[in-house]
């Protein structure tokens, strides 16, 4: 599999299943209002050999993506946070795993604008 049909696969799934708010992708959300911000952040693959002389080899693509909540208070992101939490725990695609998201340490963010952001981590390994 390649690590463009990782992010494929990823975005669609999000796609298909988020239904709490309005999605962006790598584009900033219309101010004041509650939704989410996708963005991939790093893809990468390690190759390793399988130790039989073939040439051949096991990859692991790994792919992270922050996610941008946001919601009229702290309270409502965090809401945002445990739905997608729960989602990607049920995400299951060509031997894909993620990682429960984690917060980035810095806490919401008040945008003065009636929204508050917040940043969580995922991280994803497929084995191939």
Known sequence: MSLASIKTNTEQYILDNWTETPIFWDTQPVAGTDAILVKFSQVDRDVYGLGDGSGSGR??????????FY?????????????????LECYEFDNTIYSVGKP???GGLD???GVVEMKINYNSQTFN
């Open 71 to 87: 919601g009229s208070n702290t309270l409502k992101a965090l809401q945002y946070i445990d739905s997608m939490n729960t989602l």
């Open 111 to 113: 945008l003065d604008n």
């Open 59 to 68: 990859k692991i693509d790994y792919t992270a993506m922050a996610i941008f």
């Open 104 to 106: 980035d340490g810095s």
